[in-house]
């Protein structure tokens, strides 16, 4: 909601956030992309542990996250969850989704219909002007891209006013959505964390440890029993050690855990 908050809504004009001086001409856009994808490898590094009951584990807990997420308007974050459960790193478990619980494929499916570019989008464009929200701004960034490549500025000499007030329209939508805030009990610890989430381990690299955690052609299903811990468990190991005990009991009540 910080970095929401910081963000210009002159930076969505004329694309500045492409281009190699988008640091200069969209500097929160970029801050706002790059937190995007450092959380997205985040969860993809948290997924990929050697221990298949593990793995499940933590794959079951980001479908709550992020369905959590979803019951609180945060599409950013839910957004972000998925596009780690969509790369290849971590699509390929087979063995680990094989075991994922029936509930939590069952909440997954209904992320993903909210996440749906069917019917342009729809069911995401009518949750992101549901306010207070943490929109996913990669939809409005890419109806930007759309108007602007895909209609003139001038027209029979003339200024295109109708391509100007759908960018204006799409545009003004970012003062409105800071305007509303989400009124939570801060846990500061969480917060320097999520803050400072970063993630400089490479596609290739995520990969491979996917490799190590699921070989190709292996069967780690057959005569595998579950013993799933609580969330609160894992939100105990996930969570960082700056985070003193009381926040963390916040966080797992605020959760309904």
Same mark, same amino acid.
């Given at each position: 909601?910080?970095?929401? *908050? ?17 640091? #200069? ?22 997924? &990929?542990?050697?221990?298949?009951? #593990? ?39 087979? !063995? ?8 939590? &494929? ?12 069917? *019917? !342009? ?16 701004? *990669? ?58 989430? =970063? ?5 290739? #690299? ?16 057959? *005569? ?8 609160? =468990?894992?939100?105990?190991? &996930? ?16 959760? !309904?855990?």
């Amino acid at each position: 909601q910080e970095i929401m *908050g910081k963000l210009n809504p002159i930076e969505y004009t004329y694309k500045r956030w492409c281009g190699d001086d988008s640091s #200069e001409l969209a500097p929160n856009v970029k801050e706002w992309t790059t937190y995007f994808n450092s959380f997205s490898n985040f969860v993809i590094e948290q997924v &990929l542990v050697p221990d298949l009951q #593990e793995r499940i584990e933590r794959v079951e807990f980001f479908i709550f996250v992020a369905y959590q997420c979803l019951e609180y308007n945060n599409l950013y974050h839910m957004m972000a969850i998925l596009a780690a459960f969509d790369s290849a790193s971590i699509f390929r478990l087979k !063995n680990t989704w094989k075991l994922v619980s029936s509930v939590h &494929l069952e909440w997954l499916t209904k992320l993903r219909s909210m996440a749906s570019t069917s *019917g !342009n989008s729809q069911l995401l464009r009518q949750k992101m002007d549901t306010l207070p929200c943490l929109p996913f701004m *990669g939809l409005y960034q890419t109806d930007i891209t759309m108007i602007e490549d895909g209609l003139p500025n001038i027209r029979g000499g003339l200024i295109c006013w109708g391509k100007l007030m759908k960018l204006a329209n799409i545009i003004l939508k970012v003062p409105k959505v800071q305007s509303y805030l989400y009124n939570f009990h801060p846990i500061y610890g969480m917060i320097s964390f999520l803050k400072n989430v =970063t993630s400089e381990t490479t596609e290739q #690299e995520l990969y491979q440890l996917s490799l190590v955690a699921e070989p190709r052609d292996i069967d780690l299903v057959s *005569g595998f029993k579950t013993s799933r811990k609580k969330r609160a =468990t894992l939100i105990h190991k &996930l969570s960082p050690t700056s985070i003193p005990k009381k926040e963390e009991e916040l966080l797992i009540l605020q959760l !309904n855990i």
